[in-house]
């Protein structure tokens, strides 16, 4: 694909034909279709995914100076007017549409593309949710004729369980989590821990001379309250700042596994023993999921599990899965997803709602059927 | 022709035309270009443009000139990626000033990059909306803050007077150029420890882009070599298109 797409009448005929097939089989299992325009408020974007995501998107100015963004994707739109409608859950809508995506140093890939795929919105039955929505994703590329693709599958979730098994102070936690799709800095975080780090401890009333003496500084959005507050938790971490050198290498090796499932669940299993980690929970939902792919005739050989995922996207909380197939120049990926549960919060929904949705590169899904 | 901008005021001008007199250049101002236009006695193939600072590195970026002298943090905030674009020849030891990460002194929990990344994170997560950095250096920020790993903050463009804006209540961190770091302490600011993004001068800097025909290359060779940086101008050629 060039930078700048020219679709032609074949081109145009071929994507509105597995657009339909695509549509239809969604509408069948009761996905609705929407589509919000394409061009959006940047701050939609900016607000959920911060200044990083910039590098990816195109922005611009509106007469007025407000500055807008045509949509990186549909999800962030469709799961953000699900909040403002006050929509009832658990909802299941479907798209089709073009999609806006700077690549940075990749001057020659595609400015554009069209992606078709669903949301699952406040299904309260996680694991079913799952099976729904990697059952549709397959029977989605099996209805668009293709009969070879492989699977990569993660679980951002189990991360944060093993993070949350280790006797570290909460703000440590939250740390490593929260960085968990940056790969390589957390297991830096991780290998400074086993070093212990040092810090000294103030004193509440330290706290409150030092504020005094600040009275003429701005508060600049923070109350005195939260600064004491994680002054002082910051101090009491100090003690408890240390992580068994077993434990750390453990964590480090299992972030490092990338291989075929089962093999993968195995030796996941062996390192945890070693680290007297229990998290029979989450392996437990990933036996399901590897079950379920089971039973839709994906054996657990042909998928490959990624402990450190490598998503470039901060948004999802627990599944992530990709599919691959091979067009003329080799492996390139034909759909995505996982499973975003904050997301909805952030968009401004009162109470959690889960979610979980996956998109399909259409175009490329035409090429590997073309190289075949 | 070999075009020259050098800031048309300030104390960088006055710099400059100093730094220019003690290698042996005298500007003379071109009779009737309202102050604009100059030139160094002997020296008829350089033409001397007398530009704001911010217009010379854009300019130097587009190629409109061959060479200028600006502040770094100007080139840098241009161009985060130098390489194809621009040359930095040479730092010229005047016009010193930090681009720093200022927060307010009440902070007194945060004094590092990493303490800006859990409060960031935590304002995130308690506003629902990002914590706000007012900078006219966005480029520069954006990248500093993605070697810190920080993502959970967005940029508010500032034009002028940056450090008052925790104060206005327009932003709660800013990145913003400093010297003597007396104007962000009479804000109730801070620099971070960790948080000096550029330490910047005034540099003489060369575009790649520019059009270099034979008698532009042959002024420059000439300009450099009476500035007493000769070998600068191997360095300098050895980029530019053949």
Redesign the interface.
Known sequence: MPAFPYYNTQAIAALNDQAVALLKLFAERGYVREEPSMLQPAEIF??R????I??RTFTLMDPSGRELALRPDLTIPICREAVLSKRSFPARVSYNGLVFRHQPGEPQRPTQFFQAGVELLGLEDRAAGEREILSLVIAALRAAGLKDFSLRIGDVALFGALVDSLSLPK?WR??LK??FW?AG?VENLIQWLAQGGSHKAPTRAE?EA??DS?T???????SRDE??A??LD?GAEAAALHLDPKVSSAIIKLLDISAPADRAMLEIRALLKTAGIQLEAQLAAMDARLAALKSLGVEPGQVQFAAHFGRNM?YYTGLVFELWARDREGPVQIAGGGRYDTLLE?L?AKQPVSAIGCAIRTERVLAVKGAA | MLTLAIPSKGRLKDNCNAWFAERGLVLEQTVGARGYRASFAGFPDIEVMLLSAGEIASSLLTGDIHLGITGEDLLREEAPELTGRMHLIKGLGFGFADVVVAVSRYWIDVSTMADLDDVCAGYAHRHRRRLRVATKYAQLTRSFFAQARIADYRIVPSAGATEGAPAAGTAEVIVDITTTGATLRDNGLKVLEDGVILKSQAQLAASITADWDASSRAACEKLLAQLKEAPAWTALAAQLPA
């Open positions: 900016l607000d995914s911060g200044e990083e910039r590098r703000q939250w740390r929260r960085h940056r800095y706290l030092a504020l600040e003429e500084a701005p508060s600049a959005g923070r600064i004491i994680r002054a910051r901060e952030t401004g």
